[in-house]
């Protein structure tokens, strides 16, 4: 089996930790598929997933 390039960073159970994970190449699904692999264990995580963007955290406020 070999796997699409896309790595994502995900908590893997498998490893407890986290880990990077790769999407398989999917008959079923192709590039959506909802799969991904944990590069280290194997574990498979089934999604959807959706891609985190990173978000600067809100000012804190103070109260008079």
């Known amino acids: 089996m070999t796997a699409i390039d896309l790595l994502h960073l995900h ?9 990077e ?10 590039v959506d598929c909802p799969e991904l692999l944990c590069v280290v ?10 891609l985190a963007v990173a978000q600067p955290a809100p000012a804190a406020t103070r109260s008079a």
């Not at 994970?21 to 192709?30: A, I, K, L």
Request: hydrophobic residues 30%; contains cysteine.
């Open 41 to 50: 264990c194997g574990w498979a995580l089934v999604g959807p997933f959706e």
């Open 11 to 19: 908590h893997c159970p498998g490893c407890a930790a986290p880990s």
């Open 21 to 30: 994970f790769q999407t398989p190449e999917c008959v079923e699904h192709g």
